[in-house]
């Protein structure tokens, strides 16, 4: 899939496209100037620019060269712009298109939009403009290309997977989701069981309708009964207005009651009142609600061993548990951990307007590997620590093994010397950035300006974080330049 661009806008001082990866931008003109000026403009800001004088040479360099975009005039002799742009159209329609003409009219705009054009700019154009059109252009394109991706794989919203494994969650879900049956998400914590949850409601007729969660173990005991039904202003001490329950907010949709194994045993029998009656009242209300909700539980305990104890009423069980979906933990999975791996760097990376960094096919196999008792979200978190430390650059396998601390079932190397776990989490920092720099100032020999460069830093910020990170330069015998 695509990777994304930073968001771009008009900056008149400081404007760039070199912060993503490099691009290749085909320029038709049949004026050499143009030409000339505009791919000067382009390989200023590191992209690389290839030029066709015709519309048939840009027709034989479409069929040969991997593009991202192309700028094209429009009154050209031979084949114009436009019929130059329905050409590319049938051959390569996911190819981001701007037009430019020094004879423009409205007609002219409004055919060049028709036939699939991205933008319509005219002559002359600054060459700020035109890049700022152009990463617009490739940005958005790149965006619709990952969306098409996920749907494909995924079939549905935030659920990604590979495994037969969730394959079966899904199935079971698309069969639930259109009755209006109570559901009991089975799984560890991380697993992502609220996604799942969402996944019913967005496929259930309730889905216009709102999506409201609550976590049981979240909310002190005193406060949950409020929290699901709502109070009156002055029912008990610091009510000082009218509350809004879960209940009432979820009318007509779907509550999530997550964890719902920690829910207190008092607050389970009102919770089966309101299940059997369809109804309930706000605390310090003689008003009865009618509750047109459908409950979607989950909890990552066993509710036979809660039941056993009697920490889970029976009844409250059987009202809950009509159709339970069991969502397998991540190392059950492995064939999703390289998938949600790279979703997660392409979020992190949008997130932070960063370009995005490569995952070594190394790394993406001692993702796979690892045992994960976090899960899903474990992992979220070990891919975002990867993106700061790999500050843009690759994250490969040595990286992967530093940040999960041998817990990989991979071969020992240099970067799965040390075990991380239980240990704070700045300690934990600090010493992966060590062995990082370490392994930098060792693969280029000990050169100060070189090791910067590969670490993304100023040489005046290497020497501070060597200084910070306790590495003794001297004794390293670096040879400064």
């Not at 999506?211 to 009156?232: D, Q, R, T, Y």
């Not at 061993?305 to 933990?329: C, N, Q, S, T």
Request: aromatic letters at 4%; one cysteine or more.
């Amino acid at each position: 899939m695509g990777c994304r661009l930073p968001a771009v806008g008009p900056q008149p001082t400081a404007y760039s496209l070199q912060p993503v990866l490099k691009l290749r931008i085909l320029i038709v003109d049949d004026d050499a100037n143009t030409l000339a000026q505009l791919a000067r403009a382009f390989r200023m800001e590191g992209l690389e620019a290839l030029i066709a004088d015709s519309a048939e040479r840009a027709l034989e360099l479409l069929r040969r060269e991997k593009l991202d975009a192309v700028v094209s005039d429009v009154v050209m002799p031979g084949t114009s712009g436009l019929r130059l742009l329905e050409a590319i159209g049938r051959e390569r329609p996911e190819l981001p298109v701007v037009l430019i003409s020094g004879q423009a009219t409205i007609e002219m705009a409004v055919e060049a939009t028709r036939s699939g054009a991205v933008d319509f700019l005219e002559k002359p154009v600054s060459a700020q403009k035109l890049l700022l059109t152009v990463g617009n252009a490739v940005r958005l394109r790149r965006l619709e290309e990952e969306n098409r991706e996920l749907r494909r794989q995924v079939g549905d919203g935030d659920l990604l997977f590979r495994s037969p494994a969730m394959a079966r969650v899904v199935e079971q879900l698309e069969l639930v989701a259109p009755t209006d049956s109570a559901v009991c998400i089975l799984g560890e914590t991380g697993v992502g069981k609220e996604l799942v949850a969402r996944a019913i409601h967005r496929a259930s007729p309730r889905r216009d309708n709102p999506f409201v969660k609550l976590n049981c173990a979240a909310v002190p005991a005193e406060l949950i009964e409020s929290e699901l039904f709502g109070h009156e202003k002055g029912s008990f001490t610091g009510a000082i207005s009218r509350h809004i329950g879960k209940f009432e907010a979820a009318e007509g949709g779907t509550l999530f009651l997550d964890e719902i194994g920690d829910m207190p045993p008092a607050m389970q029998a009102k919770l089966l009142r309101v299940l059997q009656e369809r109804e309930f009242e706000r605390i310090g209300s003689n008003q009865v609600i009618t509750a047109n909700v459908r409950v979607i539980a989950a909890t990552n305990k066993d509710l036979h061993k809660l039941m056993a104890a009697g920490h889970f009423r029976e009844d409250l069980f059987h009202r809950i548990h009509v159709f339970p979906i069991a969502v397998p933990p991540l190392r059950e999975r492995p064939e999703d951990v390289p998938l949600l791996g790279e979703h997660f760097a392409r979020q992190v990376a949008a997130r932070n307007h960063w370009k995005q960094a490569r995952i070594t096919p190394e790394a993406l196999d001692r993702l796979a590997r690892y045992r994960w008792p976090g899960n899903v979200r474990e992992l979220q978190n070990a891919v975002e620590r990867a993106l700061i430390l790999a500050r843009g650059g690759e994250i490969s396998g040595a990286l992967i093994d530093q940040l999960l601390g041998g817990g990989a079932a991979a071969p020992a190397g240099p970067g799965s010397r040390h075990g991380f776990r239980g240990r704070p989490l700045k300690e934990t920092m600090d010493e992966i950035e060590r062995e990082v720099v370490l392994d930098a100032l060792e693969k280029h020999a000990c050169q100060i300006a070189q090791t910067a460069r590969a670490l993304g830093l100023e040489r005046s910020h290497l020497y501070k974080k060597c200084q910070q990170l306790g590495i003794d330069l001297r004794s390293l015998r670096v040879a400064r330049p």
